[in-house]
């Protein structure tokens, strides 16, 4: 008589669930949900602000507001300091043996991998939708692309938090380090945040900034989402959708590769 193996649920089986344990981990901690809210608006408030004179130079688009400046920019870096929290939370998943707890089941790691990517890319689509909200209910947010153009911005937003979020775990599955991904991740992305077309116009930049913001990745991305949301000739889209795919799937298999090995 054969003996039945059981050899385990389906993949897509496997993903669907696991993204459902890492979305329930975050919709259960409200101190987690309300400070992944704040950080973003606190950004938005204090930019909106700070900046708010540079509509009054010769650099800046006459007749634009500043807030329709600088929401699709926020929409890119909040998209961007997100994906680092990928990999920080599957170091912690790591160090609090949950994984290896995971590698004792019949699945396959690589799910593992991808449910994490979606479930953070599922959180930061909801933080990007309450910060359109936020930034049309209280600083009257009135792109001139309407609601098509500022979910677009918002998509390709995603899309760059996707991408991001895939090398960050790579990372993450190769260092097994929470403090030093986040020294890693601060050091990369404020340079990338303030060395580019982010908050100000690139001509208002010193000389030798502007040539460092001119080859940053970011500002052809938040480029890419204002012109969407301002309903301006589109350009840079296919550059920062390419690029993210391109990182995505390098990264992907990077990390699958560092997460394979023992812990």
Request: charged letters at 10%.
């Given at each position: 008589m054969?003996?039945?193996?059981?050899?385990?649920?389906?993949?897509?089986?496997?993903?669907?669930?696991?993204?459902?344990?890492?979305?329930r981990?975050?919709?259960?901690?409200?101190?987690?949900?309300?400070?992944?809210?704040l950080?973003?608006?606190?950004?938005l408030?204090?930019?909106?602000?700070?900046?708010s004179s540079?509509?009054?130079?010769a650099?800046?688009?006459?007749?634009?507001?500043?807030?329709n400046?600088?929401?699709?920019?926020?929409?890119?870096?909040?998209?961007?300091?997100?994906?680092?929290?990928?990999?920080?939370?599957?170091?912690?998943?790591?160090?609090?043996?949950?994984?290896?707890?995971?590698?004792?089941?019949?699945?396959?790691?690589?799910t593992?991998?991808?449910?994490?990517?979606?479930?953070?890319?599922?959180?930061?689509?909801?933080?990007?939708?309450l910060?359109?909200?936020?930034?049309?209910?209280?600083?009257?947010?009135?792109?001139?692309?309407?609601?098509?153009?500022?979910?677009?911005?918002?998509?390709?937003?995603?899309?760059?938090?996707?991408?991001?979020?895939?090398?960050?775990?790579?990372i993450?599955?190769?260092?097994?380090?929470?403090?030093?991904?986040?020294?890693?991740?601060?050091?990369?992305?404020?340079?990338?945040?303030?060395?580019?077309?982010?908050?100000?116009?690139?001509?208002?930049?010193?000389?030798?900034?502007?040539?460092?913001?001119?080859?940053?990745?970011?500002?052809?991305?938040?480029?890419?989402?204002?012109?969407?949301?301002?309903?301006?000739?589109?350009?840079?889209?296919?550059?920062?959708?390419?690029t993210?795919?391109g990182?995505?799937?390098?990264?992907?298999?990077?990390?699958?590769?560092?997460?394979?090995?023992?812990?």
């Amino acid at each position: 008589m054969a003996t039945l193996t059981w050899q385990g649920s389906s993949y897509l089986t496997q993903v669907k669930v696991l993204t459902g344990r890492s979305l329930r981990k975050f919709v259960n901690s409200p101190a987690l949900i309300f400070f992944s809210i704040l950080q973003p608006v606190i950004m938005l408030t204090l930019f909106s602000q700070i900046f708010s004179s540079i509509t009054a130079t010769a650099n800046f688009a006459p007749g634009m507001t500043y807030v329709n400046y600088l929401l699709p920019a926020i929409l890119v870096n909040t998209a961007m300091q997100s994906s680092l929290q990928s990999g920080v939370g599957l170091v912690t998943d790591m160090k609090d043996g949950v994984i290896a707890r995971f590698r004792s089941l019949p699945i396959r790691l690589s799910t593992i991998l991808l449910a994490r990517n979606l479930s953070d890319l599922v959180r930061v689509a909801g933080q990007l939708l309450l910060m359109i909200t936020f930034g049309v209910l209280v600083y009257g947010f009135n792109p001139a692309g309407g609601v098509l153009g500022t979910l677009a911005a918002l998509g390709l937003a995603l899309v760059v938090g996707w991408g991001l979020s895939w090398l960050f775990l790579a990372i993450g599955s190769w260092l097994r380090n929470a403090e030093l991904m986040q020294t890693i991740g601060f050091l990369a992305m404020f340079p990338l945040m303030f060395a580019s077309s982010a908050f100000v116009p690139i001509q208002g930049l010193p000389g030798w900034l502007q040539v460092v913001a001119k080859v940053n990745p970011l500002t052809y991305a938040v480029d890419a989402a204002r012109s969407l949301a301002l309903a301006q000739p589109v350009t840079g889209v296919i550059g920062a959708l390419t690029t993210s795919l391109g990182i995505a799937v390098v990264c992907a298999v990077i990390a699958i590769r560092g997460f394979r090995r023992p812990l």
